[in-house]
């Protein structure tokens, strides 16, 4: 294993499903909160991470949306960026899409522009000093309507050079895909590529809407689609990717045992999966982890790790050339 570990380690690697206010350590929320006089109800970073037990996706929420309230200043969102791309670049991540919830920091007051102009400048930065590529995909949150939704994607029109595509996170029982028809009917109109998180807690049902309503061109999780044999072999063979995050999956308790996790079911049934860690912060890994659980719980193999890494570059929203670019440095990991 500690081979397998050092090779998970070296491998250039792509992440598809990571929220950029999931990556906010427990040290920087403190800083943050201290500089911006906000209160948290916590005294030590340990009684912070002693806090993240969550029994399923919307206890983890409430401590999410919570945790983001330090983020106050243009400043802040460039420094939760580049504290990310740092740690990523650590892990030989080469590319990265990210997602960002701006409701998450209009509806307590904070402007469109001071989000997104923060985030970018660090991504602009990351290309620069670390040489990441990486997209910003913007998501809306499901439970609130779908009006507020419309509204957040007029606010991006001015911004849509900087944005890649849509999304849809937050809770997901209750608020399925169809809900947002019209919105991503309009950002598709405007270009926008688009993706949903889907089938995470959610029935197959919600994938379907997410493929046959929302037009989604990549599915955030679906781990629920393996229960309907008409989803699987559709996923399989229009080869859609999804974006499985293990340890989130673990940590929200959709699986209660790693040797459980549906990755191995996936890989069997051909199905586009690839690996990245959703929240790192609060799941208690960053891409090489995740893999790491993987790796060790469902007995992968090298090759399957290279399958998996390769899926990722081939799932990103670059064009061929670039595609082809990114595999070839994994080609010469391979060969070194
Ligand atoms: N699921 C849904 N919404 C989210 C998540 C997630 O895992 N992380 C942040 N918002
Ligand atoms: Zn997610």
Known sequence: MTQLRAFIEGMPKAELHLHIEGSLEPELMFS???KNNISLPFKTVEEVRDAY???DLQDFLDIYYQGMGVLQTEQDFYDLTWAYLTKIHSQNVIHTEIFF?????????ISFDTVINGIHRALVDGSEKLGISSYLIMCF?????????????????PYKDKIKGVGLDSSELGHPPSKFAHV???AK???????AHAGEEGPPEYVFEALDILKIDRLDHGNRSLENDT????????????TVCPLSNYKLAGVTDMRQHPLREMLDKNLNATINSDDPAYFGGYMNENYFAVAEALDLSKDDLITLARNGFNATFCNLQEKAALQSRLDDYLKQ
């Open 189 to 195: 109109q405007e270009g926008f590529l688009a993706v």
């Open 231 to 242: 989803l699987t072999q559709r996923l399989a063979s229009t080869k859609m990717a999804l």
């Open 101 to 109: 919830d701006p409701q998450g920091h209009t509806d307590r007051g």
């Open 53 to 55: 037990q969550f029994s």
């Open 184 to 186: 991503f009917a309009r």
């Open 32 to 34: 943050l909160a201290q």
């Open 141 to 157: 949150l499901r439970h609130l309507d779908e009006s507020a939704a419309l509204e957040t994607l007029e606010q991006a029109l």
